[in-house]
């Protein structure tokens, strides 16, 4: 294995503005028909591309030895082993992969993980972090270096990088914006040091965003076109996936359904209003309501930290022994969920919503109030058909949607935008703007 970054693999990112050549277009082409259209013989990549025989024989050589596609024999139709093996070419999606972090005041988290959707290997730091914010960048970056490292034993060939940031991003700068939790995490140039620090291209995303994709790529959200993704961990972040295209709004932030308002006279938030989703739903808040804080409502929801490991778990499993007092708590929560969820539906009327985080701990204690209250804040017709589901991929849909990300883009058709060196057309553009700082 290659102990290098696969930074020239005959699949270029490309920045906007420049020309490749005409065989590095079919190089593009043949990779994309293989990736949407499945695997394929040479003579039938011939009739998909109108590529000549002749020229596809020294392209699938090059690709192959490039190690960016494999060859798979199939038995002839019918079992019985006679006739003709066939040689068909694939994408090696188990081969290439991505370097991942994810980070916020208390956990960084690195990772790398293929395109076909596998986490390769992982470490975690645990914090609570310096609140100086260079110092923070620095430590992110060194936890990602370690996973470029480690990508090689881990049998993958690295393409690009990713960050997956706890606050509001601007992707076509490459900068975290602000991050509510974190204190000093605002604008960050997080892509320009990290794609300095790896010498690979960077893609950066809200890590709530990164987990839709991954749970419509590889989980809950499978064979979903519309797709609403909403998380619960010490806050509440969301992201939107249409017909497997992340949703980002003008700058990247788009799917803060944890900061939409809920209540008039609700509780503080940590972005310094109050009734948001998520200063109702903070597990430290209804940990607190639980065991009898005066007035926890009185604090921002991101000023009482993250509920201890065993306090949010310790009240729902006295709500699932009965305990009248945590079910009211956690009945007042879903009637909270089932407004923001209802102003969702009415909006963007998907087919799928998928609860991650603390919600797949909770389960029908929370989904139950759910169910029974959404009907009360959006039309009946447009409930009908939608599928409320648990997320099934965990803590890995963050990397596998850095990953899901990445191979679209990587294997897009270069028909959408081309430009050949000499003529005056456009250039295709694998990452976009997301790739510079």
């Known amino acids: 294995m290659d102990a290098e970054p696969l930074k020239e693999p005959g699949l270029a990112w490309f920045p906007n503005g420049?020309?490749?050549?005409?065989?590095a277009y079919n190089r593009l082409l043949v990779c994309?028909?293989?990736?949407?259209?499945?695997?394929?013989?040479?003579?039938?990549?011939?009739?998909?591309?109108g590529l000549p025989l002749s020229r596809l024989s020294d392209l699938c050589g090059d690709l192959l030895r490039?190690?960016?596609?494999?060859?798979?024999?199939?038995?002839?139709?019918?079992?019985?082993?006679?006739?003709?093996?066939?040689?068909?070419?694939?994408?090696?999606?188990r081969g290439l992969g991505v370097a991942c972090v994810r980070y916020d005041r208390n956990h960084v988290v690195s990772a790398v993980a293929d395109l076909a959707g596998t986490v390769r290997w992982q470490r975690r730091w645990d914090g609570p972090f310096s609140d100086d914010a260079d110092r923070l960048l620095r430590r992110i970056a060194d936890a990602l270096r370690l996973a470029v490292a480690a990508a090689p034993k881990a049998g993958v060939r690295l393409v690009a990088a990713g960050a997956a940031d706890p606050g509001t991003v601007n992707i076509a700068s490459g900068r975290a914006v602000r991050a509510v939790n974190v204190p000093g995490w605002q604008n960050i140039p997080v892509v320009e040091r990290l794609s300095g620090a790896t010498g690979l291209p960077v893609v950066i995303e809200r890590g709530d965003g990164w987990q839709a994709l991954g749970e419509v790529a590889f989980g809950a959200g499978r064979g979903s076109a519309h797709a609403v993704f909403v998380t619960l961990l010490d806050g509440i972040g969301g992201g939107i996936v249409e017909n497997g295209q992340l949703l980002t709004g003008r700058d990247g932030s788009a799917g803060e359904i944890g900061h939409t308002r809920v209540s008039e006279e609700g509780p503080l938030c940590g972005c310094g209003g109050s009734g948001c989703l998520e200063a109702h739903l903070a597990p430290a808040r209804l940990a607190a309501l639980w065991r009898g804080d005066p007035s926890p409502s009185d604090r921002p929801a991101g000023s009482l930290g993250e509920s201890p490991d065993d306090e949010f778990a310790r009240m729902l499993r006295a709500a699932r022994d009965g305990d009248s007092h945590a079910r009211a708590i956690l009945a007042d929560a879903g009637l909270a969920l089932a407004r923001g969820l209802g102003n969702v539906v009415s909006l963007l009327n998907p087919e799928r919503i998928i609860l991650g985080g603390r919600f797949v701990e909770a389960g029908d204690l929370l989904l139950e109030p759910l169910k029974q209250a959404l009907p009360r804040y959006t039309l009946r017709e447009l409930l009908q058909g939608i599928e409320v589901r648990l997320a099934e991929v965990g803590e890995s849909s963050t990397f596998l949607g850095i990953a899901a990300y990445v191979r679209e883009r990587l294997f897009a058709y270069p028909s959408v935008g081309a430009r050949f060196e000499g003529n005056g057309t456009k250039t295709p553009s694998l990452m976009e703007s997301e790739t510079k700082s």
């Open 66 to 93: 490039d190690g960016l596609i494999r060859e798979s024999v199939v038995t002839p139709a019918g079992g019985t082993g006679q006739g003709r093996p066939q040689t068909l070419l694939e994408i090696d999606l």
């Open 32 to 49: 994309a028909s293989l990736f949407h259209e499945g695997a394929e013989s040479r003579v039938g990549l011939h009739r998909r591309t």
């Open 18 to 23: 420049k020309q490749i050549t005409k065989p």
